[in-house]
C-alpha cells in the first residue's frame, strides 16, 4: 500500500529551536532551528521512504479560529526575532531539497494536514503524521499513524487509548472538556482529564454528556452546566 508522510514543520520549527544550542553562521545567522528540522526531515525519510511526502507550515496571518474566536492564542508571546529570521531560508531549504511544502491561507498546518490524511486514507493510502502536536492524535485510524520523533512516540489507536485515557474519535470531546491552556481555550471549569475521561466512558460522546447534563451532579455538573453555550 503506498504511504505518504506529513510534517507538522511548524510544530517541529518552535521545538527544534527551543532544543537545540544556540547555533550561528560566521556573520551571527541563527541556524538551531533550520539545522534540527533538516535532520529531522531526513531522519524521517530514511525511516519510513515514503511514496509521497510533505511538510506543512502555517501560512501568516489570521485564521478562521480568530474568527470564532478573538481570545485564540492571544496569550502567546511574540515569536522570538531568532526564530523569526529562519523561517523563510528554512522554507528555502525545503524546497531546495526538493520537498513538497504547503502553506494554505485561512486555516492552519493541522487543518491542511486532516484534509489531506483523510482524502490519502479514502484513496487507499496508509499516512504517517509527524508531529509534536497533541491535538493530531483525533485523526489516529486504521492507515492514519501520528508520530513524534523528537520523544520518539508511535500514536496508533492502542497508543491514544494509552495516553490519553479516551479513543482517538473522543480525543475532541475530551480536549473541548478540559480546554487548551497553551491555545488559550477555555474548558470546563475544574474538570481535568480524570473527569473527562469519567464522563466520557459513561456517556461516550460530548453530544451525550450535553444531553445528560442535567443528571450530573457536583459542583463538576453545575460548571458544566455552565458552559453548555
Known sequence: MPKLVL???SSYLYRAFHALPDLRTSRGEPTGAMRG???????????HLPDYFAVVFD?????????????????????PDDLVRQIEPLHELVRANGWP????GGVEADDVIATLAREAKAAGMDTVISTGDKDLAQLVEPGITCINTMSNETLDEAGVQ???GVRADQVLDYLTLIGDAVDNVPGVEKVGPKTAVKWLAQYGSLDEIVAHAGDIGGGVGENLRKRLD
Do not use: Q
Not at 501568516?60 to 502567546?76: C, Q, V
Not at 511544502?101 to 494554505?104: D, P, S, W
Open 162 to 164: 494509552a495516553k490519553f
Open 59 to 79: 501560512a501568516p496571518g489570521k485564521t478562521f479560529r480568530d474568527d470564532l474566536y478573538a481570545e485564540y492564542k492571544t496569550n502567546r508571546p511574540p515569536m
Open 101 to 104: 511544502l504547503l502553506m494554505i
Open 37 to 47: 528540522v533538516l535532520s529531522m526531515l531526513k531522519k524521517i525519510i530514511d525511516d
Open 7 to 9: 510534517v507538522d514543520g
